[in-house]
């Protein structure tokens, strides 16, 4: 069973907010993963880590920022949220091995 | 990473056993095939993976071609919580792949009829 947990669940806000969409995972995994997927559709890649002090942009272009100051946190932030950022946000992890685990997800909303 | 096919949907009866195809005519030597499926209202969960030979465990079996250009995921009695999006990602180890990073495409929508 994972310990890979994201907060919180589901987020409605306004235009213009700043918010920040928390992951934690307690199997000390080096490296982690935010992706984004908009309902019915594919996930994409927009942030992953390495390690601590390590953080890379995906395969998706994204106006969220990501930090990674301890191993076990990797929160992502949204400056300035927007309608178009409307979305599932879906944090991973993984080991040595080759298992990528997931979290259960934020829904965002945007107004 | 390669690129993989997949039908959009499937359909089943339940605890019937379900075939899930997919097409990796690209896949390199080193690439490892992977599959998870993502449950209604859920992340992706990680369901198998193999190389070359065929993979068993308690939640499915993978049958690898000998050429290696698809494989299947054989559910051996499917139920109602088996349906899903079943995603069959190929990943690279063999080259500086140090990030991990999946590459999930459209999958494949199984669903269970009672």
């Known amino acids: 069973e994972a310990d890979i947990y994201q907060t919180p669940r589901y987020l409605v806000i306004g235009t213009g907010k700043k918010i920040t969409l928390e992951c934690s995972q307690t199997?000390?995994?080096?490296?982690m993963y935010w992706y984004q997927q908009d309902p019915g559709m594919e996930l994409h890649l927009i942030h992953y880590?390495?390690?601590?002090?390590?953080?890379e942009k995906g395969d998706l272009s994204s106006e969220s920022t990501v930090s990674r100051i301890r191993t076990e946190h990797f929160p992502l932030t949204l400056e300035s949220a927007r309608p178009s950022h409307t979305s599932q946000y879906l944090c991973?992890?993984?080991?040595?091995?080759?298992?990528?685990?997931f979290g259960p997800g934020t829904r965002l909303l945007v107004l | 990473d390669a690129k993989t096919t997949q039908p959009n949907s499937m359909e089943s009866n339940e605890e019937e056993p379900v075939h899930l195809p997919c097409n990796h005519s690209?896949?390199?030597?080193?690439?490892?095939i992977h599959w998870y499926r993502q449950l209604p209202s859920q992340g992706p969960e990680y369901v198998i993976h193999?190389?070359?030979s065929n993979v068993n465990n308690r939640m499915a079996s993978l049958a690898i071609a000998e050429d290696r250009k698809s494989s299947t995921l054989i559910l051996h009695r499917a139920t109602l919580r088996d349906a899903a999006v079943y995603y069959c990602?190929?990943?690279?180890?063999?080259?500086?792949?140090?990030?991990?990073?999946?590459?999930f495409g459209g999958g494949t929508r199984l669903m269970v009829k009672p």
């Open positions: 991973a992890s993984t080991s040595q091995g080759e298992t990528q685990y």
């Open positions: 199997m000390g995994h080096d490296k």
């Open positions: 880590s390495y390690g601590v002090n390590s953080t």
């Open positions: 690209t896949i390199s030597g080193t690439d490892y």
């Open positions: 193999g190389l070359t």
């Open positions: 990602i190929l990943r690279d180890t063999g080259n500086n792949n140090a990030g991990n990073m999946l590459t």
